[in-house]
């Protein structure tokens, strides 16, 4: 059994309600560029090499094309050579950690976290002035006995290369 409407404000009022509430809502959803005017001056970028301040051999070379690959899929700018783009990304790894995550009752190592420590720029190459910068650190959890130290490098690289990503696509 339906209960009625005790108010007497009935659907009329409820409608509009629910139009205020929407317009409200959808009046502060936008469209967020790196431009205060609306749409972003940045229409293509080039991801220079990953520089490799740690002892981990190739991990700079896999994440570079891991970011590469993921501007590419997004799509929101186009991939350059150098000195031809818009924007110029530029990163550092400075830091490169295998760290026990989780223990067995045992003391055994059950999940091992790999910590990446970046330093991340976005620069104008027509003048070389920083769009952003930013120190990021990402993280990736792998089992110990059915993966391998590669998992969780590639793990903490898609969390590297979302927040690239968020963070040079979007402004908030």
Known sequence: M???????????????????????????????????????????????????????????????????????KEGSMKVVPEGMGDASLIAILNRYQKLPAKFDENDQVEEYKIVLDLQVTLKNPKDDSEIWTEHMIQEGLYNASSQTEEDGQRAAGNRLVEAILNRTTKSW
């Open 2 to 72: 339906m209960e009625h409407n005790q108010t007497g404000l009935g659907k009329p009022f409820m409608r509009a309600a629910l139009f205020v509430l929407l317009t409200i809502g959808l009046a502060g959803c936008g469209v967020y560029t790196l431009n205060p005017a609306g749409k972003s001056a940045i229409k293509s970028i080039t991801v220079e090499q990953i520089e490799n301040k740690t002892t981990e051999f190739g991990l700079t070379d896999r994440l570079t094309e891991f970011v590469i690959d993921a501007f590419i």
